[in-house]
């Protein structure tokens, strides 16, 4: 059996349908955080198996990596922000659950 | 090979399934590791060799670290049971069996989706991965670069306002 673009988009599709269920399922703000993350990452996947199948010149189309660069870089200031927001969340209700954050300024 | 990507493949998948269902978060983001490493693996299976290693030194080093630093400073609980998991549990599944059905219908429709991997040809004068990245980032990408740059600047200060005590 080879290896085909099938079996990499399928993985990447499992892998995003994993943690759409995580942030649907959990209710701790970072795990939900953590479960985004994991989509991301499954979406990289599904763009490098597109550039190694779609050969340029019988090379693996650059532009897809560079653009993956990029989406890491600003995954990481994502992250960064949002854990920050999650920090400031936590001084004020004392809580991760979002559940419990059910009210806004009062 | 096939064998490299079911092996790599489930470990990818099974420390995502450990992210939704260990209730520690501790545990949750180790997994987290767990798949990040899997999937580092698969893009170096797929001659991806920068962006792998790039891979295992922000997602599975920088931001995982990040996170279980965040964990242990706000020291988050065990998730406790939940008593009626009933309707998002089904929810959450509805979505998800709905989305792999979309999935699977789309891969089986065929087209280009269905051929083997092709061989690369060797490059010229043995560049590797990373030099032409690299030339690609300062080259054609070169402001996309800048504009990266002052928005990890921004980021940065961003990050050091919302930790302030008091916002003013």
Redesign the interface.
Known sequence: MDLTLNHFLFVSGALFAIGLAGVLVRRNLLVIFMCLELMLAAANLTLVAFSRFNLVDGQPAYDAHVLLFFIITVAAAEVAVGLAIIVALFRTKETTDVTKVNTMKY | ??FL?CLF?AL??IG??G??VCRN?VS??FS?IL??LG?AS??IQ???F??GT??VL??AG??MV??LF??M??D?QE?EK?RFPLI??A???A??TA??VL??LV?NRGG???????V??P?ESGQS?VH??GE??FG??WF?VQI?GV??LA??V??VV??KKELK
Do not use: C, H, K
């Open positions: 090979m096939t990507f493949a990818a998948l995502g399934i992210v939704v978060p949750a983001a987290m798949s990040f999937l698969l893009f797929l001659d991806a920068l962006v790039l891979q922000v997602y920088a931001i990040l996170f965040i964990i400073l706000l988050v998730e939940r998002s549990f929810g959450a599944g979505v998800v989305f792999l999935v699977i891969l280009t989706a269905g051929r083997s991997l092709p690369v040809a490059s991965d032409r990245i690609l980032l054609t990408y996309p990266v928005l990890l980021a940065t961003g990050v919302l930790s």
